[in-house]
């Protein structure tokens, strides 16, 4: 898993020189470029504001880039609504609050856009969202409400309704961040389990096992921009950069 | 809380008479309490003359609405106490059955009933009258037992077209009260009374509402022309009196649109009220949606959802409940805004009430009227607020629907 992926293997995401400004004027990315291969799961690392949930959301269009190209699964990211849609179709994405539909219940948050968005039979993907919930642990929950669940119950149901549009690319922003410890790693198990079955996976965090056991990348982001770029035995053991130095001794 | 022994009678004496000082307070304010209340009840049963209200219930009920016609307003009555009846049932027992009789419905039976025996009979209404006021109470009763009975033997492909009666009895209401397909015009003009002051009401609220809603998210737009107009609209309409509205729209409308087209005066107020009312019910969703998490709408829009699924599915569910309190609140003002329909000349409730009161032969009795009127806007009025609460309880799915 941790080996370097094929070269031959599709490019899923492609961004380059990817430059975001805020309106207030301060320049949240200068530059970024990132490729990420069918199958890989490239970790990205960084202290808080250095731009790294910013980057991975606007891969779906979550936040307005003005300079640079992002290509999606072969679909480059324009301001066209249909062109959005159409990639976000294929992009899922985990959110650190969760953002569950409070007012459906667990399996109506599953089923709700498969049958909107892809027009498929309710009793079909019904069934689909069970074995969903079933692969991840919370099958007996279906008709409970997310409020009637734990923080970790929450993020996997959350997964679990990503999964539900069968995307072909999984972004998980800090998804362990808002967990109490103890329900931390009932969440990464279930990703690394994702990553095993060979989900494409973008994933900010500070999980230093998650990132050293699963990530085919890590990347480390600061000020806006790509500091270093390395399989994990590398990033760990022996970073290049200062700055990467300085980051890993203080959150180890 | 509750110390050993708190019997209510131990409770009263501790909370009202905890100290001499306390004791002295509470003895004066129920006096005083007691004065009020007994020179009120003096007033009503002894002073007051009730014939005015006696001899003008139907005028107060449905203004000068021509006596042969009335039949349909019975009719109307009468299909809207079988609906109400067969919606309370059915929310009792589904979507989870409840108990059949919960309390507070034995107490509604029990008002009702009551209501149904002594107000007839306080009016002095004719024999004949009194039985179709009978038989219309036995019909919202009996249909609320069956609906309550056999409303889980509705195979649910039917059931969840029943809601669609109340739009339909609206549509069929409008056509019983003025006339069409077959049955005798009856203009507008010759509605009033309490008939003219639910229509008006009920057809803005109803009206309202949708546009309301639409205001709110057009102020919350990313459109700049979109949002520039809502937020000129809302605020123009809050920043006027609806008095000079009503009026405005008595002499503008008949301007602006040729002769015949120009909506009678009636539905020009109507649909015043309604433009009126919109404005407020916008404010009131907006608050709904700025409380409303923004990572809700991200997550549905990431799933892929166009922006009015999301819209629909996602944002206004949880945005309308949480605006639903305040909406009322204005629903509630707007009923009572109709009031204001007397002031340009329409016979609503307080119109025919002032048109009774010029009457000579009731000259000097607006106390009595007036007492009258406050009952029956307060009634009104607390059916909304019962309802609202209703439909928040219902709405909510948890005790605690906040999520972190």
């Given at each position: ?203 900010v965090t500070h999980e230093l096992r998650f990132a050293r056991r699963v990530a085919s990348r ?35 | ?221 990313e459109l700049p022309l979109l949002r520039g107009a809502s937020v000129l609209y809302i605020e ?169």
């Open positions: 898993m941790t080996s370097s992926t094929p070269a031959a293997a599709a490019v899923m995401i492609e961004a380059r020189g990817v430059e975001k400004w805020y309106p207030n004027g301060f320049q949240a990315l200068r530059g970024v470029d990132l490729t990420v291969h069918q199958g890989e799961v490239v970790v990205i690392m960084g202290p808080s504001g250095s731009g790294k949930s910013t980057f991975i959301r606007t891969f779906n269009a979550l936040e307005a880039f003005q300079k640079g190209s992002i290509t999606v699964d072969g679909m480059a990211l324009s301001d066209d609504v249909r062109n959005i849609d159409a990639i976000r179709r294929e992009v899922g994405m985990v959110f650190q609050q969760f953002n569950l539909f409070p007012h459906l219940t667990v399996l109506q948050n599953l089923t709700l856009a498969p049958v909107l968005v892809r027009r498929r039979p309710r009793r079909e993907v019904e069934r689909q969202a069970l074995d969903l919930l079933e692969r991840v642990g919370i099958h007996e929950q279906a008709h409970k409400y997310p409020g009637q669940l734990s923080g970790g119950q929450q993020q996997r149901v959350a997964i679990a309704r990503s999964l539900c549009m069968e995307p072909r690319i999984m972004l998980f922003d800090e998804p362990t961040s808002a967990l109490d410890p103890e329900m931390v790693q009932e969440v990464l198990e279930v990703m690394q389990e994702l990553a095993r079955d060979g989900m494409t996976m973008v994933v890590v990347v480390l982001m600061a000020d806006g921009e790509v500091v270093e770029e390395a399989p994990p035995e590398q990033f760990f053991t022996n970073p290049r950069h200062e700055r990467s130095r300085q980051f890993l001794s203080q959150i180890r | 809380m509750n110390t050993p022994g708190s019997s209510p009678l131990q409770r009263l004496r501790r909370e009202l008479f905890a100290s001499p000082l306390d004791g002295l307070i509470s003895l004066l304010l129920i006096g005083f309490l007691l004065a009020v209340g007994l020179a009120v009840l003096r007033w009503m049963l002894f002073q007051a003359q009730w014939a005015v209200i006696q001899a003008n219930s139907t005028l107060f009920a449905v203004g000068r609405y021509p006596g042969d016609q009335q039949w349909r307003l019975w009719l109307l009555t009468s299909l809207l106490a079988l609906a109400s009846g067969l919606s309370w049932g059915l929310l009792r027992r589904l979507p989870h059955p409840g108990p059949a009789w919960p309390r507070n419905d034995r107490l509604a039976v029990g008002l009702l009933i009551a209501l149904a025996v002594v107000a007839p009979l306080a009016l002095q209404l004719q024999a004949t009258v009194q039985l179709r006021w009978w038989l219309i109470t036995a019909s919202l009763i009996t249909s609320r037992w069956a609906a309550g009975r056999w409303g889980q033997a509705i195979p649910p492909a039917l059931r969840r077209w029943i809601p669609l009666i109340w739009p339909l009895l609206y549509l069929a209401g409008m056509v019983l009260i003025s006339g069409g397909l077959g049955l005798v015009s009856v203009p507008p003009s010759e509605w009033g009374g309490l008939l003219l002051t639910l229509l008006t009401a009920s057809f803005a609220i109803l009206l309202c509402f949708p546009l309301g809603v639409l205001l709110a998210l057009g102020r919350r737009s123009f309409i809050r920043g006027a009196p609806l008095i000079t509205l009503l009026f405005l729209g008595q002499n503008i409308l008949g301007f602006l649109l040729p002769g015949g087209l120009a909506p009678d005066r009636v539905w020009r107020a109507a649909w015043v009220l309604t433009f009126f009312a919109a404005a407020y019910v916008a404010e009131a969703v907006r608050s709904g949606l700025a409380a409303l998490p923004p990572g809700q709408l991200e997550a549905a829009r990431s799933l892929g959802l166009p922006m009015p699924l999301a819209l629909i599915h996602v944002v206004l569910p949880q945005a309308l409940r949480v605006a639903l309190p305040a909406t009322v609140g204005q629903f509630i003002s707007l009923l009572q805004d109709t009031t204001l329909l007397s002031l340009i000349g329409l016979l609503d409730l307080l119109g025919t009430a002032r048109t009774v009161m010029a009457n000579p032969a009731f000259l000097g009795k607006n106390g009595e009227v007036y007492l009258v009127l406050a009952v029956l806007f307060w009634c009104c009025c607390a059916a909304l607020g019962l309802g609202s609460r209703a439909l928040e309880h219902r709405l909510n799915p948890l005790s605690s629907p906040a999520q972190a």
